[in-house]
Nanobody, 114 residues
Framework: VQLQASGGGLVQPGGSLRLSCAAS????????MGWSRQAPGNQRELIAL???????NYADSVKGRFTISRDNAKNTTYLQMNSLKPEDTGVYYC?????????WGQGTLVTVSS
């Protein structure tokens, strides 16, 4: 199983970005996809999760601003990030948890700066 994340970049405060993460390989029908981020000097933080049934969970730091979704037919998860703040800057990693294992994508850099 491999995860390919994309969509990062430079955005001004208050702006929006949409991240995508596509999983390839056999991931099964029961799994959870999610996003974590790691700011410089900080530990990796889990910020959003979505189950294969569509149940979602968010960290307080992004609740109300970020929306996670998924397309099961494409084995892809998305993270819509609105009202971005400088403290949202970091490397964003997608994560997949199946019944057998946990997988991480390679990370995509998001920089929020004027």
């Amino acid at each position: 199983v491999q995860l390919q994340a994309s969509g990062g970049g430079l955005v001004q405060p208050g702006g929006s970005l949409r991240l995508s993460c596509a999983a390839s390989g056999s991931i099964g029908s029961i799994n959870t996809m999610g996003w974590s981020r790691q700011a410089p000097g900080n530990q990796r933080e889990l910020i959003a999760l979505i189950s294969s049934a569509g149940a979602t969970n968010y960290a307080d730091s992004v609740k109300g601003r970020f929306t996670i979704s998924r397309d099961n037919a494409k084995n892809t998860t998305y993270l819509q990030m609105n009202s971005l703040k400088p403290e949202d800057t970091g490397v964003y990693y997608c994560r997949l948890v199946t019944t057998r294992n946990m997988y991480w994508g390679q990370g995509t850099l998001v920089t929020v700066s004027s």
